[in-house]
């Protein structure tokens, strides 16, 4: 059995039975997205380490480099890149409109998928 863990997988799991793409279908064809740089990381805090080490080794520069990785290997049509929170609540999304601007520039308007946390 193949359980996906991307966009790929999940289509490829898709096409396995008809009856998936049935009830696919009558869900309304929900397009997945990937929120590994939301989900994946406000869990962090400046309170607990990961085999990575605390959120403070998560820099803009590493989760640039985390998104590149992404976008090559599984390129997913939707992409969640941080949240607009308090830093003082998840200080890991301190820098979220600084790595939106590295990943997709500053046109707002292409690109709207970061949570507004509150």
């Not at 962090?44 to 640039?64: A, D, I, P, R, V």
């Amino acid at each position: 059995m193949i359980y996906p863990v991307c966009y790929k997988s999940f289509i490829n799991w898709l096409n396995t039975d008809q009856n998936y793409n049935l009830i696919y279908e009558l869900i309304g064809s929900p397009k997945p997205f990937d929120v590994t740089l939301r989900d994946g990381l406000q869990n962090l805090s400046n309170k607990k380490t990961t085999l990575f080490g605390s959120y403070e080794n998560f820099t803009t520069e590493k989760k640039y480099e985390i998104y590149k990785i992404i976008m090559e290997y599984y390129n997913p049509e939707f992409i969640e890149i941080g949240a607009i929170v308090s830093s003082k609540i998840l200080p890991i999304f301190a820098d979220s409109i600084e790595l939106y601007k590295n990943c997709f520039g500053t046109n707002i308007l292409n690109y709207i998928f970061m949570s507004l946390l509150e």
